[in-house]
């Protein structure tokens, strides 16, 4: 049985650290530069353990997703190794979001510009003092103006 069959019965059985220790010899054996990945790998599960060990971890989906990695290191595939759980996985998911947020941004932006233009009467009658104004006509714009401009500046991309 060759090292990559072995690999996956490894994973296949549960025994993730053998599948990483076999994957350190294929590597060595195919002469690929995979030390940073094992490495990284080797740590997320350790760590894994220790969390399982202390009770802190409840659920296996770290467990799989270092499982997933080996396998796709396995199929050649070039894969992003993170430690960070809150990492989005998908990338043009996430810049459509903030596009929509920059998007967003902007439109509240002139929304509040054009309500300020079209009520400076309001505005301006307040601040002589000369007409009892709501305060609700008197910041709305000024809110949604500001509102804007933190999502547009906060948006990335």
Same mark, same amino acid.
């Given at each position: 049985?060759?090292?990559?069959?072995?690999?996956?019965?490894?994973?296949?059985?549960?025994?993730?650290?053998?599948?990483?220790?076999?994957?350190?010899?294929?590597?060595?054996?195919?002469?690929?530069?995979?030390?940073?990945?094992?490495?990284?790998?080797?740590?997320?599960?350790?760590?894994?353990?220790?969390?399982?060990?202390?009770?802190?971890?409840?659920?296996?989906?770290?467990?799989?997703?270092?499982?997933?990695?080996?396998?796709?290191?396995?199929?050649?595939?070039?894969?992003?190794?993170?430690?960070?759980?809150?990492?989005? *996985?998908?990338?043009?998911?996430?810049?459509? !979001?903030?596009? @929509?947020?920059? &998007?967003?941004? =902007?439109? /509240?932006? #002139?929304?509040?510009?054009?309500?300020?233009?079209?009520?400076?009467?309001?505005?301006?009658?307040?601040? *002589?003092?000369?007409?009892?104004?709501?305060? !609700?006509?008197? @910041?709305?714009? &000024?809110?949604? =103006?500001? /509102?804007? #401009?933190?999502?547009?500046?906060?948006?990335?991309?």
């Amino acid at each position: 049985m060759d090292l990559e069959s072995q690999i996956k019965d490894a994973i296949a059985s549960g025994n993730t650290e053998e599948a990483l220790h076999k994957m350190d010899e294929l590597s060595k054996i195919k002469n690929l530069d995979l030390s940073d990945e094992i490495t990284i790998l080797k740590g997320r599960l350790k760590k894994w353990q220790k969390e399982k060990n202390l009770g802190l971890n409840i659920n296996d989906i770290e467990l799989r997703q270092i499982q997933f990695a080996i396998l796709q290191i396995l199929k050649g595939e070039t894969i992003i190794i993170s430690n960070n759980k809150h990492e989005p *996985k998908k990338v043009g998911h996430n810049i459509l !979001i903030h596009k @929509l947020i920059k &998007f967003t941004g =902007f439109f /509240l932006c #002139v929304t509040g510009l054009i309500i300020f233009i079209f009520r400076f009467d309001i505005i301006h009658e307040f601040f *002589k003092g000369t007409k009892n104004v709501n305060f !609700i006509d008197l @910041l709305t714009p &000024f809110f949604l =103006f500001l /509102l804007g #401009v933190i999502l547009f500046l906060n948006s990335k991309r």
